[in-house]
Nanobody, 114 residues
Framework: VQLQAYGGGLVQAGGSLRRSCTAS????????IGWYRQAPGKQRSLVAQ???????NYAESVKGRFTISRGYAKNTVYLQMNSLKLEDTAVYYC?????????WGQGTLVTVSS
């Protein structure tokens, strides 16, 4: 499964960004899809995900600020990031897990400035 992520860039603290991830197959066939991020000097960690059945999970650090959702198209998910903080600066990776695959999109940098 191919994943193409869009969005990201530079934003001031308190601002918002929206990211999208488009898959080469329907997300409804997936076990889960979402984003991980990796900040400088830190391990990659889960940000948000949609699990088969529609349940969502979020990292504690982003709860109430980030929202993951399915798009109208059956192969796109969105990550709305609000009230961004300096510590949200990281490379963000879209991922998808299916019955026979574990795919990653190209990482894109999100930089939050003061």
């Amino acid at each position: 499964v191919q994943l193409q992520a869009y969005g990201g860039g530079l934003v001031q603290a308190g601002g918002s960004l929206r990211r999208s991830c488009t898959a080469s197959t329907s997300i409804f066939s997936m076990n889960s899809i979402g984003w991980y991020r990796q900040a400088p000097g830190k391990q990659r960690s889960l940000v948000a995900q949609i699990i088969s059945g529609g349940r969502t999970n979020y990292a504690e650090s982003v709860k109430g600020r980030f929202t993951i959702s399915r798009g109208y198209a059956k192969n796109t998910v969105y990550l709305q990031m609000n009230s961004l903080k300096l510590e949200d600066t990281a490379v963000y990776y879209c991922y998808a897990v299916g019955p026979e695959y574990n795919s990653w999109g190209q990482g894109t940098l999100v930089t939050v400035s003061s």
